[in-house]
């Protein structure tokens, strides 16, 4: 194919997905992790910088909620306005990974750099950060923009050496500077991962370089560090996680962890059971490309060590010690650090065109981009449907108009929010959480597991009731959701065993045929949350039920 054709294929793809992705951007409900940005955009930046810096109840920096805050106050808070904000930052962060496969891939003809491009544009984990309201997105623009730069400063020539081909120019090591220090504001993992390995790298190519350019160098690094401060206090006083990983299992969690970066690689989006359908050809492509890249041009390198192969050792550390080594824990890994998955891309697209037989070049990049849309199909379509967090807006809106005047109201649900509950259990108005601020009328009580996870039994579900009724509450709403709805059953059978009548319920999040049927086809295989025929998708997401036992009347 010609460089023109190759090049309108590959704009073709993703431009297609760029259209999927803003057609989609209202069909998942809002994940665990994501609420944290819709409920904390909408605060002020005062109180925004209360919650993230001092000291922080989040563990992440305030870059991202305060650019969404700004953003909001123009486009508003919604759901597809702050995934929208995701997807064109996604658009520009594509941009820096084009000028990344140039500088790499200069050595490799037009038509192949298109190639490149391709498998590095479609990975599974960019499209995610394009449907995501959180950082994920502005993190990659971030990250290839310092890598580019940072290139540009030392002039890598894609040869058998490593030597600089030209005298570094300042505005180069300044633009790595102020793009490392933003993204340090953005998320401290991809940003302290990137400076370490960067600056590793400078070190195994100091020598020869004249006094000037390592001062430039050294001063850089002094600005970095001088800019991110009043970050430094919220860094180390925020908590590295539960270190559960102890015994014979801490000693697996690190190549447990560098298997599951590996896999996000791949398609990190796609999750059991629909694995097979991409997980399988794709390993099949990634294990014959790193062969293929183990040599001094492609990966072997001080540029494909320090930078490829050092950032997965770091990132897979930080998760084995910040997670326990268990599958539903294998993908904090590679989301974190959401440039690497496409970079790598870059350097096993290289790889690719050390193959010499034409035709299993092209079934091989066929192949691949075929496996990375689908993945991203799944993603978008919310087909795994992990994370769900339950629709607040709505479940507000329905619990105002069933019951206006409704007080003392306990609200349960069968899925924790992670981020954004700040605090968990019957709180009072002088406590902040997400369920507070979506329901400030309400007396709200939030469940922290899951059905995955933690499974209710009716003694833990009668004390739970007996703790609220002694409390003063005699409404309670429980938000049941198609899939793993064990202990919503559970606790529904003992509040109507406690007295409590089913007063009212409310069908909430119609889901798109094509995705009750996918999952309905699915479930035929059977898969861990599936227990029986009543755990078949039905057309939508959540139940919402009433149960009071003050003789109130059903409202119509």
Known sequence: MSTRSVRIVVLSVIGLLFVFSLATLTVRSVAGDEFAMYW?????????NELYLSPPKENNPPGCPLILHYWGIVFGYGDASLRLFSTLVLALALGALWKVVELLAKRNTDEQRWTIFLLAATTPTVWMAANFARYQALAMLLSLTALYCYLRWIQYDNEETNKNSATPQPRWIVGYALAISLLFYIHYLPAATLALCAGLHYLLTIRG??????????????????VIIPLVAAILSVSSGADVTGGRSKLLAFPVFIVATLYGVMNGAVLLPWWFWASVPTFGVLSILLIKSMNKTVLLNNIGIMLVVMPIVVISAVAAKMYPAQPVFLFPSIQRLSYFAPFVWVFLGMALFRIKQKRLRMALVVVMVACNVFAVTIWNLNIPAVQHTPPLREIAEAIRTITPNAAQTVVLHPIGYGYGKMGVGLIDST????????????RSYVLNETDIGFIMTADSCKKMIQEAQAAGVTNFWLVQRNRYPTNSRTFGKTLQEAGFALKAEQLLQQQAAFDVWFKTQLLKRG???????DDLPQQYLYTLRWFSRDGSPTKP
Not at 432 to 439: D, G, K
Not at 527 to 533: E, L, Q, V
């Open 431 to 442: 406590t902040t959480t997400a369920m507070h601020y979506n329901l400030p009328a309400y």
């Open 40 to 48: 904390s955009a909408e605060q002020t930046p005062k109180v925004i």
């Open 209 to 226: 370089k004249s006094m000037r350019t390592v001062a430039i160098w050294a001063v850089a690094q002094v600005a970095i560090l001088l």
């Open 527 to 533: 898969f861990a949350g599936a227990n029986d025929k």
